[in-house]
């Protein structure tokens, strides 16, 4: 039985996974709420592994530290994602990573992850790694898209835009959910359309 691979991403209601320069909304887009909060604990708690391409590992690195006393980040969400069994898959980076419970996979990340999906005894995860998860959902390996969608338009600062050079996918939605009256949280299974 292979292991179910979600691609886990945050995004403004535009489209955009994160927003740059003159952009200042901070983290959540500073729009959490207790309710998403809780959820996005209890969905870091079940046994899984995070899987992460070079250039998000090292965005999370310098924004969350290693450790809460490095970074000053004592929150419980920062703090399971820190202590959660990691791969990296990169052709760029060294071992061993400044991560806890991290390691390095080299190579191309269709194959590595199809490995893992093969290998792995628990789910997996990957949050943002946007242009890795791009070419694992046109290989088919991505089992659901859980995207979260913060009641903001970053139209002027918007960056990272999510699905930009994806192949088309139609998508079956599998759950949803409103959090905090505001945020939505939409789970799909992904199939490259034809």
Request: hydrophobic letters at 40%; a negative charge; charged letters at 20%.
């Amino acid at each position: 039985m292979t292991a179910t691979y979600t691609f886990d991403v945050f995004s403004s209601v535009d489209g955009f996974g994160s927003y740059g320069e003159g952009g200042d909304w901070g983290g959540y887009w500073g729009k959490q709420g207790p309710e998403f909060l809780d959820h996005r604990l209890a969905s870091l708690q079940q046994d899984q592994r995070m899987v992460l391409g070079a250039t998000t590992f090292r965005e999370f690195v310098a924004m969350l530290g290693v450790s809460a006393e490095e970074s000053g980040l004592d929150d419980p969400v920062i703090n399971r994602m820190r202590s959660m069994p990691t791969t990296v898959v990169s052709t760029t980076l060294e071992a061993p990573l400044a991560w806890p419970n991290a390691t390095l996979a080299s190579g191309d990340a269709v194959d590595v992850v199809a490995r893992l999906k093969a290998e792995s005894d628990v789910p997996l995860r990957s949050h943002g790694s946007l242009s890795m998860n791009r070419a694992l959902m046109a290989a088919g390996l991505v089992d659901r898209i859980e995207l979260t969608i913060f009641p903001v338009i970053t139209g002027r600062t918007g960056e990272a835009p999510l699905f930009r050079g994806a192949d088309d996918f139609d998508l079956e939605l599998l759950e949803h959910r409103t959090f905090d009256g505001r945020i939505q949280a939409l789970v799909y299974r992904p199939t490259l359309h034809r």
